[in-house]
């Protein structure tokens, strides 16, 4: 999913999170992000909640965990980025149609030489439904993360701690 804004917000990233809801065409289980701030705040974490969404935020500088957007982004940028009018207010309609190109007939050497839609219907068979994705989310076991890497670390130990005491004490 692709799409432009002219600046990083949480009500952009909550706009993003709608629209590549809209367009998957199968469930997302969880979104996997850097630690900008717009990630953590509550109301995307909120909003990742109410759609039955794992929120598992990187590392600080590990980019190798990510990656496979970064080299996505990378062919973005020598396919895409480097050829349009960043100025073009039709630049999201270009991107779309660069999407499309890219998922339904750009063969791709990763998926020996197959498109994602090629990928997309092999696998369809053993995609699990939503709601068996959803039947299997718990809300209680996902906690607010924090921005900040070692107190978001600090918190999961105090939960897991609290979690534990909880499970002895039944």
């Known amino acids: 999913m692709m799409y432009t804004y002219k600046r990083r917000t949480v009500k952009n990233s909550i706009d993003f999170l709608n629209r590549l809801l809209e367009q998957m065409p199968f469930p997302i289980q969880r979104v996997q992000t850097d630690r900008g701030k717009a990630f953590f705040a509550y109301s995307f974490q909120k909003q990742l909640k109410e759609y039955g969404i794992k929120f598992k935020p990187i590392k600080p500088r590990s980019l190798h965990l990510n990656g496979k957007a970064e080299r996505s982004h990378q062919t973005d940028l020598i396919e895409f980025y480097m050829k ?28 020996n030489g197959k498109t994602p839609m090629d990928i997309l219907v092999e696998k369809s068979a053993k995609t699990p439904l939503g709601e068996d994705i959803s039947s299997k989310y718990k809300p209680e076991n996902e906690p607010y993360r924090m921005q900040n890497y070692q107190d978001d670390l600090k918190n999961l130990r105090l939960l897991k701690k609290q979690n534990n005491a909880i499970l002895k004490a039944t």
């Open 84 to 111: 349009a009018d960043l100025k073009d207010k039709n630049l999201n309609d270009q991107l779309e149609q660069w999407q499309f190109h890219y998922n339904w007939h750009r063969p791709h050497s990763s998926l």
